[in-house]
């Protein structure tokens, strides 16, 4: 079983949707929690880390259920600069060790 | 400005070729690791390290070597690549401490024909 799942999509949504992705991990021991954006080509760059409270940063909000062991994000008012792929990311403490879901792709339609 | 810088970012190399792939990262993390990406499988690790002359195998490293001579550097060598070693190569780095982060270089593309 995967360190970490998340549905690979794509998701094509209209200018103005909200979308929400899902992801599961399967360790618990598991520490800190993150979302990272990745354009095509391009490395993956830190979008929000993941508060076991939930937090929010403007139009992103994340989730975390330690109970049920998934993380999630929500993108409201979707812009056409939000296509990207997206990818959740977990930290295991014990070695430092990072596990990345393979990514959901998003690509908003004017 | 804290980076992770890697070269080079795009070669062409023949099967056999000795190459290495050099990493440098300017923010003093302890943690580097080394990921290559394909469609379809995502980042999967190579190697990592959690300090100077401290390495370890990730769940791909066949055909790779590493080394951590210096707390900066972390280059990836491939003794003898392969055309299967076609691939988008990341370095990364963080620190280990509790909500860290870890950052990325800009990534290598290596086409092995």
């Known amino acids: 079983r995967k360190e970490v799942e998340q549905d690979p999509g794509p998701f094509n949504v209209p200018e103005g949707a909200t979308v929400a992705f899902n992801c599961t991990y399967s360790?618990?021991?598991?520490?800190?929690f993150f979302w990272y954006r990745q354009d095509c080509r391009k490395e993956p760059k830190l979008l929000m880390s993941?508060?076991?409270s939930g937090n929010e940063d403007g139009r992103f909000t994340a989730q975390l259920n330690r109970a049920s062991q998934y993380i999630s994000l929500l993108i409201r008012d979707s812009k056409l600069s939000d296509s990207a792929t997206y990818l959740c990311?977990?930290?295991?403490?014990?070695?430092?060790?990072?596990?990345f879901g393979t990514g959901t792709s998003l690509t908003v339609i004017p | 400005e804290a980076q992770v810088t890697q070269n080079p970012r795009y070669l062409i190399t023949v099967t056999g070729k000795k190459l290495t792939v050099t990493c440098s990262q300017n923010?003093?993390?302890?943690?580097m690791s080394w990921y290559r990406q394909d469609p379809g499988l995502g980042l999967r690790q190579i190697y990592y390290s959690m300090n100077v002359e401290v390495t370890d195998k990730g769940d791909v490293p066949e055909g790779y070597k590493v080394s951590r001579k210096e707390k900066r550097n972390f280059p990836l060598i491939l003794e003898s690549p392969s055309p299967n070693q076609t691939s988008l190569y990341f370095c990364?780095?963080?620190?280990?401490?509790?909500?860290?982060?870890?950052?990325f270089g800009e990534g290598s593309w290596l086409t092995v024909v």
């Open positions: 993941v508060y076991s």
């Open positions: 990311v977990v930290n295991i403490k014990t070695g430092n060790q990072f596990y």
């Open positions: 990364a780095s963080s620190r280990i401490s509790s909500g860290n982060t870890i950052y």
């Open positions: 360790n618990s021991a598991s520490q800190s």
């Open positions: 923010m003093n993390h302890e943690y």
